[in-house]
């Protein structure tokens, strides 16, 4: 009943753009935090971005700031990952996650904090 379910992955150049989505079903994307990671062959998942229930407090890891923007649209109850200037290192599969917070305007990219719900994931590829 409850699906979280990434889209919009795909094989592209470096340099190009990709705009991920994380459709929520089962319940209300308002009470939760998001959480984009991803995962290479062979390396442990790495926390991306994150955005607050309410929008105001989002989250960048060094390496995608800059590049990446995440938002939130409360009509779709789906949150995006829009990605710009990739790069080859950016290629593996990302994952959102969601967890229901206390606060408005609170998330994080900490694993070890736990996370209620996971997608299954969509596959980013940046190849010439």
């Known amino acids: 009943q409850v699906h979280l379910v990434e889209s919009g992955g795909g094989l592209v150049q470096p340099g190009g753009s990709l705009r991920l989505s994380c459709a929520v079903s089962?319940?209300?994307?308002?009470?939760?935090?998001i959480t984009w990671f991803r995962q290479a062959p062979g390396k442990e998942r790495e926390g991306v971005s994150c955005?607050?229930?309410?929008?105001?407090?989002?989250f960048y890891a060094d390496s995608v700031k800059g590049r990446f923007t995440i938002s939130r649209d409360k009509a779709k109850n789906t949150v995006f990952l829009q990605m710009n200037s990739l790069k080859p290192e950016d290629t593996a599969v990302y994952y959102c996650a969601a967890v229901r917070t206390l606060g408005t305007a609170v998330c994080w990219v900490d694993y070890s904090r736990g996370y209620d719900y996971w997608g299954q994931g969509t596959q980013v590829t940046v190849s010439s």
């Open positions: 089962g319940f209300t994307l308002d009470y939760y935090a």
């Open positions: 955005i607050s229930r309410s929008g105001e407090s989002t």
